[in-house]
Structures are given as structure tokens and as C-alpha cells.
């Protein structure tokens, strides 16, 4: 399965400030997802975006999708020391089960 | 949300041996089951599908002789690896779809050594 791409790549920013990372994919798509892993963790589900939906917020996550430019988008606003993670989208292709992660974004926050 | 584990959390093993890795759906019955591999710095990529009472499918350039996967249950995966070699030293994750919630939920993930 072919990997997405994220941007930044890494991302360091200071405490309180607003984090955003994008990502794009290949395929058309049932849906979109936004993971966080701590260093050497499992993952932690954050957000489940539907093909059919542009915008979706969970506290201060805020997530968009552009399935026309096959593209999401992921913001952290107030960012806390503790969102200090990588972040990946992965996608669930039509007619697959398994999905495609992207390649990642490592988000430092400065206290 | 739903609960999925594996085990072991971790494991070293020396070069030609094989290890066994769990993976259980705790609160849900799940049909399909799947199996990624994650090497350090990069993300994760998947090997196989597996389904419950069927053959695994697996993704292009994973060796089905080498990983092993049987699913003997709705709530049981196993992979395994083997004649482990250096180069499979990995994170690897499953995860397993609840039918009824049509959603995804992933294990902790197993850390593979191999000496």
C-alpha cells in the first residue's frame, strides 16, 4: 500500500502556540484518521473524518478534508508540552481494510 | 472505546529462532484482524490481513512462510516470525475491526529484538 505524505516532517513550536500539519494521500477514500504515538508507544486514536464530512473538532483538535485535493489537515491549538509526539493520518481506501498511514509529523512543543 | 491487546510487550530473541506474537480483541468479535509492521523513525506499513477462519492476505513484499498468521478465533490473531533475523527487529502493531462499531482500534504493539 502506497504511503501518504505529511508536511511538515518535524514541527517545533512554542507552548500555547497553534500546531498544524497536513497530509495528503493518493486514493479515493472511506475515511480519514489522525493517530498520535508517543516515542516507542502504541498509537492513540484522536479523529475519524468521513469522506462525506469537510471539518471535524474534538476539543482543540480541529481536523479538515479536501477530497478534491485528496488532502487533510490537522490542527492542535494552545499546544501543551504534552502533545510533544508524532502524528499520523492513515487512510481506509474503498474497498480495503487495511489503512495507509502517512509518513508522519514529529511535533516538538518548547515549554 | 474498545479494547485491544497484544503480547508480549516486548521480546529479544537470538538469530534463527521464531517468536509468536498475540493479538486479542477483548470486548468485540472481530472477523478481521491486521497486522503492521513500524521499523524505528518511520511509520507504519501494512503486512497482512487476517480473517477469521481463512487464509491471511498479505501485502506485496511480505513473506507469508516467514510471517505466519493464524486467526483460530473472533478474538485471537497470531503472527509469527520465523527464523527471526536482525532485520526483523520491529514494532509491530495489530489492530482488529469491530463489525458492529465498523471501526479500527489498535493494539499496544509488541517490540521485537532480534541478536
Known amino acids: 500500500s502506497q504511503q501518504g505524505e505529511e508536511d511538515p516532517q518535524a514541527l517545533s513550536i512554542q507552548e500555547g502556540e497553534n500546531a498544524t500539519m497536513n497530509c495528503s494521500y493518493k486514493?479515493?477514500?472511506?475515511?480519514l484518521q489522525w493517530y498520535r504515538q508517543n516515542s516507542g508507544r502504541g498509537l492513540v486514536h484522536l479523529i475519524l473524518?468521513?469522506?462525506?464530512?469537510r471539518e471535524k473538532h474534538s476539543g482543540r483538535l480541529r481536523v479538515t478534508l479536501d477530497t478534491s485535493k485528496k488532502s487533510s489537515s490537522l490542527l492542535i491549538t494552545a499546544s501543551r508540552a504534552a502533545d510533544t509526539a508524532s502524528y499520523f493520518c492513515a487512510t481506509e481506501p474503498w474497498g480495503a481494510d487495511g489503512l495507509t498511514f502517512g509518513k508522519g509529523t514529529h511535533l516538538i512543543i518548547q515549554p | 472505546g474498545a479494547v485491544v491487546s497484544q503480547h508480549p510487550s516486548w521480546v529479544i530473541c537470538k538469530s534463527g529462532t521464531s517468536v509468536k506474537i498475540e493479538c486479542r480483541s477483548l470486548d468485540f468479535q472481530a472477523t478481521t484482524m491486521f497486522w503492521y509492521r513500524q521499523f524505528p523513525k518511520q511509520s507504519l506499513m501494512l503486512m497482512a490481513t487476517s480473517n477469521e477462519g481463512s487464509k491471511a492476505t498479505y501485502e506485496q513484499g511480505v513473506e507469508k512462510d516467514k510471517f505466519l498468521i493464524n486467526h483460530a478465533s473472533l478474538t485471537l490473531s497470531t503472527l509469527t516470525v520465523t527464523s527471526a533475523h536482525p532485520e526483523d527487529s520491529s514494532f509491530y502493531i495489530c489492530?482488529?475491526?469491530?463489525?458492529?462499531?465498523?471501526?479500527?482500534?489498535f493494539g499496544p504493539g509488541t517490540r521485537l529484538t532480534v541478536t
Open positions: 486514493t479515493s477514500i472511506n475515511n
Open positions: 489492530s482488529a475491526r469491530d463489525p458492529g462499531r465498523n471501526e479500527q482500534y
Open positions: 473524518i468521513r469522506s462525506n464530512e
